[in-house]
Protein backbone atom coordinates (compact mmCIF):
# COMPACT_ATOMS: atom_id res chain seq x y z
CA UNK A 1 0.00 0.00 0.00
CA UNK A 2 1.16 3.66 -0.85
CA UNK A 3 0.97 5.60 2.52
CA UNK A 4 1.03 9.13 1.03
CA UNK A 5 2.25 10.38 4.25
CA UNK A 6 5.65 9.03 3.92
CA UNK A 7 6.04 10.59 1.15
CA UNK A 8 7.38 10.23 -2.20
CA UNK A 9 10.45 9.68 -1.25
CA UNK A 10 9.46 6.93 1.10
CA UNK A 11 7.58 5.22 -1.86
CA UNK A 12 10.84 5.36 -3.82
CA UNK A 13 12.81 3.51 -0.68
CA UNK A 14 10.06 1.31 -0.48
CA UNK A 15 9.99 0.29 -3.95
CA UNK A 16 13.54 -0.11 -3.76
CA UNK A 17 13.51 -2.61 -1.02
CA UNK A 18 10.37 -4.24 -2.75
CA UNK A 19 12.32 -5.26 -5.70
CA UNK A 20 15.75 -6.34 -3.35
CA UNK A 21 13.72 -8.46 -1.32
CA UNK A 22 11.73 -9.88 -4.38
CA UNK A 23 14.63 -11.06 -6.33
CA UNK A 24 15.65 -13.88 -4.60
CA UNK A 25 12.38 -15.43 -5.83
CA UNK A 26 12.50 -14.82 -9.66
CA UNK A 27 13.20 -17.58 -11.60
CA UNK A 28 14.33 -15.21 -15.12
CA UNK A 29 16.66 -11.87 -14.76
CA UNK A 30 14.06 -11.05 -17.80
CA UNK A 31 11.79 -10.51 -14.95
CA UNK A 32 13.53 -9.13 -12.86
CA UNK A 33 15.02 -6.38 -15.53
CA UNK A 34 10.93 -6.04 -16.21
CA UNK A 35 10.18 -5.47 -12.25
CA UNK A 36 13.32 -2.89 -12.21
CA UNK A 37 12.29 -1.11 -15.16
CA UNK A 38 8.97 -0.68 -13.90
CA UNK A 39 9.31 0.24 -10.19
CA UNK A 40 12.21 1.90 -10.85
CA UNK A 41 11.09 4.39 -13.69
CA UNK A 42 10.52 7.92 -14.25
CA UNK A 43 7.02 7.47 -14.99
CA UNK A 44 5.69 5.76 -11.97
CA UNK A 45 8.23 7.94 -9.56
CA UNK A 46 6.40 11.22 -11.67
CA UNK A 47 2.65 9.69 -10.81
CA UNK A 48 3.39 9.19 -7.29
CA UNK A 49 4.46 12.58 -6.99
CA UNK A 50 1.52 14.14 -8.97
CA UNK A 51 -0.64 11.76 -6.48
CA UNK A 52 0.98 13.19 -3.50
CA UNK A 53 0.73 17.00 -4.74
CA UNK A 54 -3.05 16.36 -4.59
CA UNK A 55 -3.61 14.99 -1.48
CA UNK A 56 -1.58 17.70 -0.03
CA UNK A 57 -3.71 20.17 -1.77
CA UNK A 58 -6.91 18.85 -1.28
CA UNK A 59 -5.88 19.04 2.89
CA UNK A 60 -5.66 22.35 2.62
CA UNK A 61 -8.81 23.27 0.68
CA UNK A 62 -11.41 24.25 3.89
CA UNK A 63 -14.42 23.22 2.20
CA UNK A 64 -15.55 20.91 -1.28
CA UNK A 65 -14.75 23.17 -4.08
CA UNK A 66 -17.52 21.77 -6.56
CA UNK A 67 -20.07 21.79 -3.52
CA UNK A 68 -19.79 25.23 -3.08
CA UNK A 69 -21.61 27.85 -4.98
CA UNK A 70 -19.44 30.37 -4.01
CA UNK A 71 -16.52 28.93 -4.48
CA UNK A 72 -17.40 27.86 -7.84
CA UNK A 73 -17.65 31.50 -9.14
CA UNK A 74 -14.44 32.21 -7.53
CA UNK A 75 -12.70 29.67 -9.94
CA UNK A 76 -14.54 31.24 -12.44
CA UNK A 77 -13.82 34.74 -12.05
CA UNK A 78 -10.03 33.63 -11.72
CA UNK A 79 -9.99 31.91 -15.07
CA UNK A 80 -12.54 34.60 -17.08
CA UNK A 81 -9.35 36.82 -15.44
CA UNK A 82 -6.47 34.87 -17.53
CA UNK A 83 -8.69 34.83 -20.87
CA UNK A 84 -8.55 37.68 -23.68
CA UNK A 85 -11.58 39.79 -22.50
CA UNK A 86 -14.87 40.09 -24.38
CA UNK A 87 -17.84 42.06 -23.80
CA UNK A 88 -19.38 38.97 -22.60
CA UNK A 89 -16.68 38.21 -19.84
CA UNK A 90 -16.99 41.60 -19.11
CA UNK A 91 -20.66 41.10 -18.10
CA UNK A 92 -20.15 38.25 -16.69
CA UNK A 93 -17.35 39.26 -14.46
CA UNK A 94 -19.86 42.36 -13.56
CA UNK A 95 -22.50 40.08 -12.86
CA UNK A 96 -20.21 37.56 -10.50
CA UNK A 97 -18.80 40.60 -8.34
CA UNK A 98 -22.02 42.16 -7.67
CA UNK A 99 -23.45 42.15 -3.93
CA UNK A 100 -26.91 40.29 -4.40
CA UNK A 101 -25.21 37.48 -6.34
CA UNK A 102 -22.88 36.92 -3.93
CA UNK A 103 -25.45 36.94 -1.54
CA UNK A 104 -27.60 34.56 -3.69
CA UNK A 105 -24.64 32.28 -3.59
CA UNK A 106 -23.60 32.65 -0.05
CA UNK A 107 -27.42 31.65 0.85
CA UNK A 108 -27.57 29.08 -1.17
CA UNK A 109 -24.09 27.29 -0.14
CA UNK A 110 -25.52 27.91 3.70
CA UNK A 111 -28.71 26.12 3.03
CA UNK A 112 -27.10 23.60 1.25
CA UNK A 113 -24.86 22.65 3.58
CA UNK A 114 -26.78 22.27 6.43
CA UNK A 115 -27.88 19.14 7.72
CA UNK A 116 -32.12 19.70 8.04
CA UNK A 117 -33.12 15.67 8.14
CA UNK A 118 -32.73 14.42 12.05
CA UNK A 119 -30.42 11.45 11.28
CA UNK A 120 -32.75 8.35 10.97
CA UNK A 121 -31.98 5.25 13.02
CA UNK A 122 -31.48 1.80 11.35
CA UNK A 123 -34.68 0.49 10.98
CA UNK A 124 -35.40 -2.31 13.63
CA UNK A 125 -35.15 -5.87 12.26
CA UNK A 126 -38.54 -7.22 10.47
CA UNK A 127 -40.54 -9.04 13.17
CA UNK A 128 -40.04 -13.21 12.55
CA UNK A 129 -43.48 -13.82 13.38
CA UNK A 130 -46.57 -12.67 12.11
CA UNK A 131 -50.17 -13.09 14.33
CA UNK A 132 -52.06 -15.27 12.06
CA UNK A 133 -54.85 -12.72 11.98
CA UNK A 134 -52.97 -9.60 11.27
CA UNK A 135 -52.69 -9.05 7.35
CA UNK A 136 -49.99 -6.20 7.53
CA UNK A 137 -48.03 -4.82 10.18
CA UNK A 138 -46.24 -1.20 10.16
CA UNK A 139 -43.34 -0.93 11.94
CA UNK A 140 -43.26 3.03 12.18
CA UNK A 141 -39.96 4.66 13.40
CA UNK A 142 -40.61 8.53 14.70
CA UNK A 143 -37.93 10.62 15.57
CA UNK A 144 -38.86 13.05 18.63
CA UNK A 145 -37.70 15.66 20.85
CA UNK A 146 -39.66 16.97 23.73
CA UNK A 147 -42.77 17.41 22.13
CA UNK A 148 -45.48 14.93 22.79
CA UNK A 149 -46.59 12.47 20.19
CA UNK A 150 -49.81 14.06 19.24
CA UNK A 151 -51.79 11.27 19.58
CA UNK A 152 -54.64 10.25 22.04
CA UNK A 153 -55.13 6.53 22.69
CA UNK A 154 -57.96 4.52 24.31
CA UNK A 155 -58.37 0.25 25.01
CA UNK A 156 -61.33 -1.48 22.41
CA UNK A 157 -63.11 -2.64 25.42
CA UNK A 158 -64.38 -5.81 22.80
CA UNK A 159 -61.11 -6.90 21.72
CA UNK A 160 -58.43 -5.49 24.45
CA UNK A 161 -56.33 -3.59 21.97
CA UNK A 162 -54.80 -0.64 22.21
CA UNK A 163 -55.93 2.02 19.61
CA UNK A 164 -55.05 4.94 18.32
CA UNK A 165 -58.18 7.02 19.13
CA UNK A 166 -57.15 10.93 17.70
CA UNK A 167 -54.21 12.58 15.73
CA UNK A 168 -53.64 15.71 16.82
CA UNK A 169 -53.72 17.93 13.48
CA UNK A 170 -50.12 18.99 13.30
CA UNK A 171 -48.97 17.29 15.96
CA UNK A 172 -45.60 14.84 15.60
CA UNK A 173 -47.81 11.84 15.04
CA UNK A 174 -49.78 13.85 11.89
CA UNK A 175 -46.81 15.50 10.34
CA UNK A 176 -45.38 11.78 10.17
CA UNK A 177 -48.15 11.18 8.23
CA UNK A 178 -47.71 7.30 9.31
CA UNK A 179 -50.42 7.03 12.63
CA UNK A 180 -53.79 7.23 12.21
CA UNK A 181 -57.08 6.86 14.04
CA UNK A 182 -58.17 3.08 14.54
CA UNK A 183 -54.71 1.89 14.39
CA UNK A 184 -53.61 -0.59 16.74
CA UNK A 185 -50.45 -0.24 18.73
CA UNK A 186 -48.98 -3.77 19.52
CA UNK A 187 -45.59 -2.33 20.75
CA UNK A 188 -43.79 0.82 21.25
CA UNK A 189 -40.21 0.50 21.85
CA UNK A 190 -39.34 -3.34 21.85
CA UNK A 191 -42.35 -3.06 25.27
CA UNK A 192 -45.62 -5.37 24.35
CA UNK A 193 -48.78 -2.80 24.42
CA UNK A 194 -51.27 -6.26 25.61
CA UNK A 195 -52.76 -6.49 28.45
CA UNK A 196 -51.68 -2.68 29.31
CA UNK A 197 -54.00 0.30 30.13
CA UNK A 198 -53.55 3.68 28.65
CA UNK A 199 -52.59 4.67 32.04
CA UNK A 200 -49.09 2.60 31.77
CA UNK A 201 -48.49 3.34 27.77
CA UNK A 202 -48.89 7.14 28.32
CA UNK A 203 -45.51 7.00 30.72
CA UNK A 204 -43.98 5.44 28.58
CA UNK A 205 -44.51 7.09 25.31
CA UNK A 206 -44.12 10.57 27.02
CA UNK A 207 -40.60 9.57 28.57
CA UNK A 208 -39.67 8.03 25.07
CA UNK A 209 -37.23 10.66 22.95
CA UNK A 210 -35.06 10.40 19.91
CA UNK A 211 -36.29 7.21 18.13
CA UNK A 212 -39.41 6.13 19.18
CA UNK A 213 -40.68 2.76 17.62
CA UNK A 214 -44.38 1.80 17.37
CA UNK A 215 -45.43 -1.33 16.01
CA UNK A 216 -48.60 -1.19 14.40
CA UNK A 217 -51.66 -2.51 12.44
CA UNK A 218 -53.07 -0.42 10.24
CA UNK A 219 -56.50 0.30 11.07
CA UNK A 220 -59.17 0.45 9.05
CA UNK A 221 -61.30 4.07 9.82
CA UNK A 222 -64.84 3.20 11.34
CA UNK A 223 -66.92 3.79 8.83
CA UNK A 224 -70.01 5.91 10.64
CA UNK A 225 -73.62 4.29 10.10
CA UNK A 226 -75.09 6.38 7.78
CA UNK A 227 -75.55 5.58 3.90
CA UNK A 228 -75.89 9.10 2.77
CA UNK A 229 -74.12 9.69 -0.16
CA UNK A 230 -73.12 6.01 -0.76
CA UNK A 231 -73.21 4.04 -3.98
CA UNK A 232 -74.58 0.97 -3.28
CA UNK A 233 -75.42 -1.64 -6.40
CA UNK A 234 -76.56 -5.28 -6.49
CA UNK A 235 -74.12 -7.42 -8.95
CA UNK A 236 -76.48 -8.85 -11.49
CA UNK A 237 -73.39 -11.08 -12.31
CA UNK A 238 -70.90 -13.25 -10.96
CA UNK A 239 -66.71 -12.12 -10.61
CA UNK A 240 -63.77 -13.60 -10.06
CA UNK A 241 -60.77 -11.52 -10.76
CA UNK A 242 -58.52 -13.99 -11.00
CA UNK A 243 -60.45 -15.61 -14.44
CA UNK A 244 -60.00 -11.90 -15.65
CA UNK A 245 -56.56 -11.36 -17.96
CA UNK A 246 -57.53 -7.50 -18.46
CA UNK A 247 -57.86 -6.62 -14.77
CA UNK A 248 -54.47 -4.77 -13.81
CA UNK A 249 -53.96 -6.63 -10.95
CA UNK A 250 -55.80 -9.94 -10.18
CA UNK A 251 -55.01 -9.58 -5.91
CA UNK A 252 -56.06 -5.71 -6.52
CA UNK A 253 -59.87 -7.42 -7.54
CA UNK A 254 -62.89 -7.99 -5.52
CA UNK A 255 -64.96 -11.47 -6.27
CA UNK A 256 -68.17 -11.49 -5.86
CA UNK A 257 -71.26 -13.01 -7.01
CA UNK A 258 -74.58 -12.29 -8.19
CA UNK A 259 -77.20 -10.90 -5.51
CA UNK A 260 -74.37 -9.84 -3.84
CA UNK A 261 -74.48 -5.92 -2.67
CA UNK A 262 -71.52 -3.65 -3.15
CA UNK A 263 -70.72 -0.53 -2.14
CA UNK A 264 -69.09 1.56 -5.08
CA UNK A 265 -66.46 3.86 -2.83
CA UNK A 266 -64.54 5.55 -6.43
CA UNK A 267 -65.70 5.89 -9.86
CA UNK A 268 -63.13 8.00 -10.95
CA UNK A 269 -61.68 5.34 -13.80
CA UNK A 270 -64.03 4.67 -16.48
CA UNK A 271 -62.73 1.15 -16.36
CA UNK A 272 -62.27 -0.02 -13.18
CA UNK A 273 -64.18 0.91 -10.30
CA UNK A 274 -63.41 0.17 -6.69
CA UNK A 275 -65.77 -1.62 -4.16
CA UNK A 276 -66.11 -3.01 -1.06
CA UNK A 277 -68.81 -6.14 -0.64
CA UNK A 278 -71.47 -4.72 1.66
CA UNK A 279 -70.95 -6.56 5.00
CA UNK A 280 -67.90 -7.93 4.37
CA UNK A 281 -65.19 -7.68 7.85
CA UNK A 282 -62.80 -6.56 5.92
CA UNK A 283 -62.79 -2.57 4.69
CA UNK A 284 -60.36 -2.93 2.14
CA UNK A 285 -62.16 -2.08 -1.36
CA UNK A 286 -60.78 -4.02 -4.83
CA UNK A 287 -61.22 -3.53 -8.40
CA UNK A 288 -64.23 -4.05 -9.94
CA UNK A 289 -65.32 -3.93 -14.01
CA UNK A 290 -66.78 -0.30 -14.37
CA UNK A 291 -70.21 -1.24 -15.74
CA UNK A 292 -69.24 0.23 -19.00
CA UNK A 293 -66.47 -2.07 -18.98
CA UNK A 294 -69.14 -4.65 -18.40
CA UNK A 295 -71.69 -3.34 -20.51
CA UNK A 296 -69.09 -4.01 -23.52
CA UNK A 297 -68.08 -7.44 -22.86
CA UNK A 298 -71.49 -8.58 -22.23
CA UNK A 299 -71.81 -6.93 -25.65
CA UNK A 300 -69.21 -8.77 -27.04
CA UNK A 301 -70.07 -12.01 -24.51
CA UNK A 302 -66.85 -12.23 -23.73
CA UNK A 303 -64.99 -13.47 -21.84
CA UNK A 304 -67.37 -16.60 -21.49
CA UNK A 305 -66.09 -16.86 -17.95
CA UNK A 306 -67.34 -13.90 -16.66
CA UNK A 307 -70.72 -14.31 -18.48
CA UNK A 308 -72.89 -16.41 -19.81
CA UNK A 309 -74.22 -15.66 -23.21
CA UNK A 310 -78.37 -16.75 -23.81
CA UNK A 311 -78.67 -19.16 -25.87
CA UNK A 312 -81.50 -18.15 -28.50
CA UNK A 313 -82.88 -21.57 -28.72
CA UNK A 314 -83.67 -21.55 -24.85
CA UNK A 315 -84.73 -18.49 -24.68
CA UNK A 316 -88.62 -18.10 -23.48
CA UNK A 317 -90.19 -15.68 -25.69
CA UNK A 318 -93.35 -14.54 -27.00
CA UNK A 319 -93.23 -17.05 -29.42
CA UNK A 320 -93.09 -20.18 -27.57
CA UNK A 321 -96.41 -22.81 -27.12
CA UNK A 322 -96.73 -22.34 -23.51
CA UNK A 323 -99.59 -24.96 -23.35
CA UNK A 324 -102.81 -24.70 -21.55
CA UNK A 325 -104.29 -22.56 -19.12
CA UNK A 326 -104.97 -24.56 -16.13
CA UNK A 327 -107.84 -23.64 -13.81
CA UNK A 328 -108.44 -26.38 -11.60
CA UNK A 329 -108.86 -26.58 -8.60
CA UNK A 330 -106.61 -28.42 -6.04
CA UNK A 331 -107.36 -28.98 -2.07
CA UNK A 332 -110.09 -26.29 -2.74
CA UNK A 333 -107.56 -23.96 -3.62
CA UNK A 334 -107.06 -22.58 -7.24
CA UNK A 335 -104.52 -24.72 -9.41
CA UNK A 336 -101.59 -22.21 -10.67
CA UNK A 337 -102.94 -19.73 -13.11
CA UNK A 338 -99.78 -19.65 -15.47
CA UNK A 339 -99.96 -21.51 -18.47
CA UNK A 340 -99.41 -24.47 -17.99
CA UNK A 341 -96.56 -27.27 -19.20
CA UNK A 342 -95.23 -27.71 -22.66
CA UNK A 343 -97.33 -31.26 -23.39
CA UNK A 344 -100.27 -29.70 -24.14
CA UNK A 345 -101.78 -29.33 -27.26
CA UNK A 346 -103.95 -26.44 -26.65
CA UNK A 347 -103.52 -22.66 -28.09
CA UNK A 348 -100.65 -21.01 -28.31
CA UNK A 349 -100.55 -17.58 -25.74
CA UNK A 350 -100.67 -14.33 -27.15
CA UNK A 351 -98.32 -11.77 -24.65
CA UNK A 352 -99.31 -8.51 -24.60
CA UNK A 353 -97.46 -7.45 -21.22
CA UNK A 354 -94.18 -7.91 -20.14
CA UNK A 355 -92.45 -6.73 -23.05
CA UNK A 356 -89.21 -4.60 -22.82
CA UNK A 357 -87.42 -4.23 -19.14
CA UNK A 358 -87.88 -2.93 -16.78
CA UNK A 359 -85.43 -0.12 -16.61
CA UNK A 360 -82.41 -3.23 -16.63
CA UNK A 361 -81.33 -3.37 -20.14
CA UNK A 362 -78.01 -5.28 -19.18
CA UNK A 363 -77.33 -6.95 -16.28
CA UNK A 364 -74.49 -5.35 -14.92
CA UNK A 365 -75.18 -3.60 -11.45
CA UNK A 366 -78.75 -2.08 -10.13
CA UNK A 367 -78.42 0.86 -7.81
CA UNK A 368 -79.90 -0.12 -4.58
CA UNK A 369 -81.32 1.07 -0.95
CA UNK A 370 -81.94 0.26 2.13
CA UNK A 371 -85.50 -0.06 2.68
CA UNK A 372 -87.86 -1.10 5.54
CA UNK A 373 -91.53 -1.29 5.15
CA UNK A 374 -93.22 1.22 7.55
CA UNK A 375 -96.53 0.09 9.46
CA UNK A 376 -98.41 1.47 6.78
CA UNK A 377 -96.99 0.25 4.14
CA UNK A 378 -98.06 -2.07 1.47
CA UNK A 379 -96.61 -5.59 1.74
CA UNK A 380 -94.23 -5.95 -1.58
CA UNK A 381 -95.61 -8.26 -3.49
CA UNK A 382 -94.74 -11.42 -4.06
CA UNK A 383 -93.70 -13.39 -6.99
CA UNK A 384 -93.25 -16.89 -7.80
CA UNK A 385 -91.73 -17.88 -10.40
CA UNK A 386 -90.17 -21.54 -11.93
CA UNK A 387 -90.19 -23.81 -15.08
CA UNK A 388 -93.31 -25.75 -14.96
CA UNK A 389 -94.21 -28.25 -12.95
CA UNK A 390 -90.98 -27.43 -10.19
CA UNK A 391 -93.47 -26.88 -7.19
CA UNK A 392 -94.48 -23.11 -7.12
CA UNK A 393 -98.22 -23.91 -6.93
CA UNK A 394 -96.98 -26.50 -4.09
CA UNK A 395 -95.31 -23.42 -2.25
CA UNK A 396 -97.55 -20.66 -2.97
CA UNK A 397 -100.94 -23.52 -1.17
CA UNK A 398 -98.76 -24.00 1.88
CA UNK A 399 -98.02 -20.45 2.21
CA UNK A 400 -101.71 -19.62 1.78
CA UNK A 401 -102.54 -22.42 4.45
CA UNK A 402 -100.27 -21.52 6.91
CA UNK A 403 -101.75 -17.74 7.55
CA UNK A 404 -104.53 -17.18 5.49
CA UNK A 405 -105.19 -13.84 7.26
CA UNK A 406 -101.89 -12.98 6.14
CA UNK A 407 -101.26 -14.09 2.45
CA UNK A 408 -103.56 -14.13 -0.27
CA UNK A 409 -104.04 -14.54 -4.04
CA UNK A 410 -105.25 -12.32 -6.60
CA UNK A 411 -108.26 -13.75 -9.02
CA UNK A 412 -108.02 -14.09 -11.94
CA UNK A 413 -110.72 -13.71 -14.93
CA UNK A 414 -112.24 -15.50 -17.50
CA UNK A 415 -114.97 -15.41 -20.06
CA UNK A 416 -116.37 -19.04 -19.81
CA UNK A 417 -119.56 -20.12 -17.79
CA UNK A 418 -119.32 -20.07 -14.21
CA UNK A 419 -120.17 -23.16 -12.60
CA UNK A 420 -123.00 -23.85 -10.06
CA UNK A 421 -120.35 -24.23 -6.99
CA UNK A 422 -118.19 -21.21 -8.37
CA UNK A 423 -119.08 -17.99 -6.71
CA UNK A 424 -118.58 -14.46 -8.83
CA UNK A 425 -114.94 -13.05 -7.46
CA UNK A 426 -114.01 -16.25 -5.38
CA UNK A 427 -113.06 -18.88 -7.97
CA UNK A 428 -112.95 -16.09 -10.83
CA UNK A 429 -114.32 -12.72 -12.30
CA UNK A 430 -116.36 -14.11 -14.54
CA UNK A 431 -117.06 -11.70 -17.70
CA UNK A 432 -118.38 -11.50 -21.29
CA UNK A 433 -115.76 -11.69 -24.21
CA UNK A 434 -116.55 -8.33 -25.47
CA UNK A 435 -115.46 -6.78 -21.62
CA UNK A 436 -112.48 -9.19 -21.68
CA UNK A 437 -111.06 -7.90 -25.12
CA UNK A 438 -111.47 -4.20 -24.49
CA UNK A 439 -109.56 -5.39 -21.25
CA UNK A 440 -106.61 -6.57 -23.20
CA UNK A 441 -106.69 -3.47 -25.53
CA UNK A 442 -106.90 -1.04 -22.41
CA UNK A 443 -103.39 -3.19 -21.26
CA UNK A 444 -104.52 -4.29 -18.24
CA UNK A 445 -103.82 -8.11 -18.19
CA UNK A 446 -100.59 -9.27 -17.05
CA UNK A 447 -101.20 -12.10 -18.93
CA UNK A 448 -103.78 -13.89 -20.75
CA UNK A 449 -104.61 -16.72 -22.57
CA UNK A 450 -107.39 -18.77 -24.67
CA UNK A 451 -108.22 -22.33 -23.92
CA UNK A 452 -111.00 -24.38 -25.59
CA UNK A 453 -112.41 -20.86 -26.88
CA UNK A 454 -112.55 -19.02 -23.72
CA UNK A 455 -110.11 -16.26 -22.28
CA UNK A 456 -108.42 -15.79 -18.99
CA UNK A 457 -106.26 -13.83 -17.81
CA UNK A 458 -104.83 -12.12 -14.63
CA UNK A 459 -105.54 -8.43 -14.20
CA UNK A 460 -103.37 -5.47 -12.66
CA UNK A 461 -107.04 -4.72 -10.96
CA UNK A 462 -106.83 -7.88 -8.92
CA UNK A 463 -103.47 -7.47 -7.74
CA UNK A 464 -104.16 -4.16 -6.36
CA UNK A 465 -107.23 -5.20 -4.79
CA UNK A 466 -104.61 -7.76 -2.58
CA UNK A 467 -102.13 -5.11 -1.71
CA UNK A 468 -105.26 -2.61 -0.29
CA UNK A 469 -106.51 -4.96 2.04
CA UNK A 470 -103.08 -4.60 3.68
CA UNK A 471 -102.46 -8.44 2.64
CA UNK A 472 -99.65 -9.95 0.98
CA UNK A 473 -100.48 -10.81 -2.27
CA UNK A 474 -98.64 -13.99 -3.75
CA UNK A 475 -98.28 -13.76 -7.52
CA UNK A 476 -97.14 -17.04 -9.46
CA UNK A 477 -96.43 -15.80 -13.21
CA UNK A 478 -94.03 -16.55 -15.97
CA UNK A 479 -90.99 -14.83 -15.85
CA UNK A 480 -91.58 -12.13 -18.77
CA UNK A 481 -94.48 -10.79 -16.66
CA UNK A 482 -92.17 -9.98 -13.90
CA UNK A 483 -91.14 -6.59 -16.10
CA UNK A 484 -94.84 -5.30 -16.10
CA UNK A 485 -94.84 -5.38 -12.01
CA UNK A 486 -91.46 -4.22 -11.54
CA UNK A 487 -92.20 -0.87 -9.70
CA UNK A 488 -92.26 0.90 -6.89
CA UNK A 489 -95.79 0.74 -6.58
CA UNK A 490 -95.90 -3.10 -6.10
CA UNK A 491 -92.14 -3.37 -5.03
CA UNK A 492 -91.86 -7.24 -6.34
CA UNK A 493 -90.38 -9.49 -4.26
CA UNK A 494 -89.01 -12.24 -6.71
CA UNK A 495 -88.48 -15.56 -5.92
CA UNK A 496 -87.48 -18.05 -8.36
CA UNK A 497 -87.97 -21.47 -7.44
CA UNK A 498 -84.90 -23.93 -9.01
CA UNK A 499 -85.09 -27.54 -9.82
CA UNK A 500 -82.31 -29.22 -7.46
CA UNK A 501 -80.50 -31.91 -9.68
CA UNK A 502 -81.47 -34.74 -11.90
CA UNK A 503 -80.76 -37.25 -9.47
CA UNK A 504 -82.58 -34.99 -6.19
CA UNK A 505 -85.67 -35.11 -8.69
CA UNK A 506 -85.96 -38.62 -9.28
CA UNK A 507 -86.21 -39.28 -5.74
CA UNK A 508 -88.25 -36.33 -4.26
CA UNK A 509 -90.91 -36.84 -7.68
CA UNK A 510 -91.28 -40.12 -7.22
CA UNK A 511 -94.83 -40.06 -6.34
CA UNK A 512 -95.73 -36.58 -7.04
CA UNK A 513 -98.04 -36.19 -9.51
CA UNK A 514 -98.25 -33.68 -12.53
CA UNK A 515 -100.74 -32.40 -14.75
CA UNK A 516 -101.38 -33.66 -18.14
CA UNK A 517 -103.39 -32.01 -20.56
CA UNK A 518 -102.63 -35.15 -23.36
CA UNK A 519 -105.27 -37.49 -21.76
CA UNK A 520 -108.80 -35.93 -20.46
CA UNK A 521 -109.63 -39.12 -18.92
CA UNK A 522 -106.33 -38.87 -16.37
CA UNK A 523 -105.32 -35.21 -16.24
CA UNK A 524 -102.28 -36.18 -13.73
CA UNK A 525 -99.62 -38.28 -14.31
CA UNK A 526 -95.83 -39.25 -12.65
CA UNK A 527 -93.06 -36.89 -13.95
CA UNK A 528 -91.34 -38.70 -16.48
CA UNK A 529 -87.05 -38.51 -17.37
CA UNK A 530 -88.19 -36.52 -20.13
CA UNK A 531 -90.01 -34.18 -17.91
CA UNK A 532 -87.02 -33.72 -15.21
CA UNK A 533 -84.64 -32.79 -18.04
CA UNK A 534 -86.75 -30.23 -19.29
CA UNK A 535 -87.30 -28.99 -16.18
CA UNK A 536 -83.62 -28.32 -15.41
CA UNK A 537 -83.01 -26.84 -18.80
CA UNK A 538 -85.99 -25.01 -19.10
CA UNK A 539 -84.56 -23.44 -15.55
CA UNK A 540 -80.71 -22.85 -16.70
CA UNK A 541 -82.41 -20.86 -19.38
CA UNK A 542 -84.69 -18.95 -17.16
CA UNK A 543 -82.08 -18.08 -15.01
CA UNK A 544 -79.72 -17.30 -17.80
CA UNK A 545 -82.78 -14.34 -19.00
CA UNK A 546 -83.77 -13.02 -16.20
CA UNK A 547 -81.93 -14.25 -13.30
CA UNK A 548 -81.09 -10.22 -12.79
CA UNK A 549 -84.41 -9.89 -11.88
CA UNK A 550 -84.80 -12.54 -9.21
CA UNK A 551 -84.24 -11.40 -5.70
CA UNK A 552 -83.83 -14.92 -3.93
CA UNK A 553 -83.50 -18.53 -5.47
CA UNK A 554 -84.64 -21.29 -3.84
CA UNK A 555 -83.75 -24.95 -4.75
CA UNK A 556 -86.98 -26.99 -4.40
CA UNK A 557 -85.17 -30.40 -2.88
CA UNK A 558 -87.14 -31.42 0.01
CA UNK A 559 -90.29 -29.65 0.12
CA UNK A 560 -90.54 -28.61 3.65
CA UNK A 561 -87.14 -27.33 3.90
CA UNK A 562 -87.99 -25.43 0.69
CA UNK A 563 -90.98 -23.69 1.99
CA UNK A 564 -89.31 -23.02 5.59
CA UNK A 565 -86.82 -21.19 3.63
CA UNK A 566 -89.17 -19.22 1.86
CA UNK A 567 -91.84 -18.53 4.28
CA UNK A 568 -88.44 -17.41 6.42
CA UNK A 569 -87.55 -14.64 3.96
CA UNK A 570 -90.83 -13.66 3.67
CA UNK A 571 -90.78 -12.62 7.48
CA UNK A 572 -87.50 -11.21 6.79
CA UNK A 573 -88.46 -8.73 4.08
CA UNK A 574 -91.84 -7.78 5.86
CA UNK A 575 -89.62 -7.05 9.19
CA UNK A 576 -85.63 -6.09 8.16
CA UNK A 577 -84.04 -3.31 6.24
CA UNK A 578 -83.54 -4.71 3.31
CA UNK A 579 -82.23 -3.48 -0.24
CA UNK A 580 -84.61 -2.68 -3.08
CA UNK A 581 -83.82 -0.72 -6.90
CA UNK A 582 -83.61 2.91 -5.99
CA UNK A 583 -85.77 4.00 -8.91
CA UNK A 584 -88.56 2.52 -6.78
CA UNK A 585 -87.71 5.30 -3.89
CA UNK A 586 -88.75 8.04 -6.25
CA UNK A 587 -92.96 7.30 -6.69
N1 LIG B 1 -90.00 -30.75 -3.39
C1 LIG B 1 -90.94 -31.56 -3.84
N2 LIG B 1 -90.87 -32.86 -3.57
C2 LIG B 1 -91.80 -33.71 -4.06
N3 LIG B 1 -92.84 -33.33 -4.80
C3 LIG B 1 -92.96 -32.03 -5.10
C4 LIG B 1 -92.03 -31.10 -4.64
N4 LIG B 1 -92.40 -29.88 -5.08
C5 LIG B 1 -93.51 -30.06 -5.80
N5 LIG B 1 -93.85 -31.34 -5.81
C6 LIG B 1 -94.97 -31.95 -6.49
O1 LIG B 1 -94.73 -31.81 -7.89
C7 LIG B 1 -95.95 -31.62 -8.57
C8 LIG B 1 -95.89 -30.35 -9.37
O2 LIG B 1 -95.80 -29.26 -8.46
P1 LIG B 1 -96.58 -27.92 -8.73
O3 LIG B 1 -97.93 -28.18 -9.24
O4 LIG B 1 -96.44 -27.07 -7.53
O5 LIG B 1 -95.68 -27.38 -9.91
P2 LIG B 1 -95.79 -25.99 -10.62
O6 LIG B 1 -94.45 -25.40 -10.54
O7 LIG B 1 -96.87 -25.18 -10.09
O8 LIG B 1 -96.05 -26.42 -12.10
P3 LIG B 1 -97.24 -25.95 -13.10
O9 LIG B 1 -96.82 -24.62 -13.55
O10 LIG B 1 -97.18 -26.95 -14.17
O11 LIG B 1 -98.50 -25.93 -12.34
C9 LIG B 1 -97.04 -31.58 -7.50
O12 LIG B 1 -97.61 -32.86 -7.39
C10 LIG B 1 -96.28 -31.26 -6.25
O13 LIG B 1 -96.92 -31.76 -5.10
Redesign the pocket.
Given at each position: MINPSSGPGGVCRLLASLLYGLESHMDSSEDSTFLQDMLMGNTLHLLIKVYDRLQKYRAQRPAPLLESAQGLARDLAEELHCVVASPETTELLYLLSKPHVQALLSVHDMVSQKEFDPQLPPLPPMPDYIEKEEDSIKIVCLVKNQEPLGATIKKDESTGAIVVARVMRGGAADRSGLIHEGDKLKEVNGVPMENKNPEEIIPILAKSEGAVTFRVIPGTKEEPETIDNKIFVRALFDYNPQADPAIPCKDAGLKFWKGDVLQIVSQEDDTWWQARRHGDANHRAGLIPSRQLQERRVTLQRPAVLFHPLRESMIFGEDVDYGAI?GIH?AGLR??F????KDSTSQQVRQKMGKGHAGIHLPIYQEVLPYKRKPDEPYRLVLLT????????????RLLLSDPEHFSVSVPYTTRERKKHEREGVEYHFVSKHTFEKDILDHKFLEFGEYKGNYYGMSLDSVRRVVAESKVCLL?VKPHAITALYTSEFKPYVVF?KPPSIESLRL??R?????SSQNEQTP?KL?TEEDFQDMITSAQAMENKYGHLFEKVII????AM?FTELRNELTKIETDTHWIPNTWAHV
Open positions: SIKSRFSRGTSGVGVTELKRDVSRKAKVLTFNDDLA
